[in-house]
């Protein structure tokens, strides 16, 4: 998270992509250092960071910046603490801030950042910070097996990856369900979902049993 390799790493990036302007930079899983230093040393890491990113967002070579995970917003404790760097983008950007993006996997496996207390993408909400899901399928895991509950609580799918899917996209809170493709075939299934809107609130409830 040196500041320097930062604006290095985003100058190389611009060059290779030909762009003047990358629209979302991501700091990936800055949470494992947290296992070597302590929380007020990572503190002052994150805040030179998101100072440099800002000054880089001012002069419009990103639009905004955040921070890509798989731990750091699934823990309850030991975690990033999501309102604790949005407080820390506030000191140093303002306002008008540009850490407005976290990515986490979210999926009927991992649905922590939704029944954790408090909740990931409560605290999203309240910042102002928009959530993108990763490993909505779990690595292909997700797309077989599910049974045939989800399946009836799903009408108009039919495939167990697009139930899959479904579940992502239909949790409020979660702006962006990613899915990685590999051919031409799950490209076409997994676009099958949109074929049907997302659950309403009724429906996602019972497949928690809050119905």
């Known amino acids: ?68 995970t798989w731990e750091g917003f699934r823990k309850s404790t030991g975690g990033l603490g999501l309102p604790r760097l949005a407080e820390i ?45 990763s490993a909505t399928l779990l690595q292909s895991k997700l797309s077989r097996g599910l049974g045939n509950q989800l399946a009836a609580a799903m009408p108009g799918l039919e495939t167990d990856a697009q139930r899959a899917i479904q579940y992502t996209r239909s949790t409020q809170g979660i702006a962006v369900a990613l899915v990685g493709m590999s051919n031409a075939a799950h490209v076409a299934e997994n676009l099958g979902v949109a074929r049907v809107p997302p659950l309403d609130e009724e429906a996602y409830r019972r497949l928690h049993g809050n119905a």
């Open 89 to 133: 983008a506030g000191e140093v950007g303002g306002r008008e801030h540009h850490f407005r993006f976290i990515q986490l996997p979210f999926n009927l496996a991992m649905p922590e950042a939704l029944l954790q207390r408090p909740s990931v993408l409560d605290a999203a909400r309240d910042a102002g910070i928009t959530v993108v899901a």
């Open 1 to 68: 998270m040196s500041p320097g390799y930062l604006e290095n790493q985003i100058e190389t990036s611009r060059t290779n992509l030909g762009l003047e302007t990358i629209d979302l930079y991501y700091l990936h899983n800055p949470e494992t250092q947290l296992a070597h230093i302590s929380r007020d040393r990572f503190d002052g890491r994150i805040r030179a960071a998101f100072a440099k990113l800002e000054e880089i967002a001012a002069q419009g070579k990103i639009g905004w910046y955040g921070a890509a």
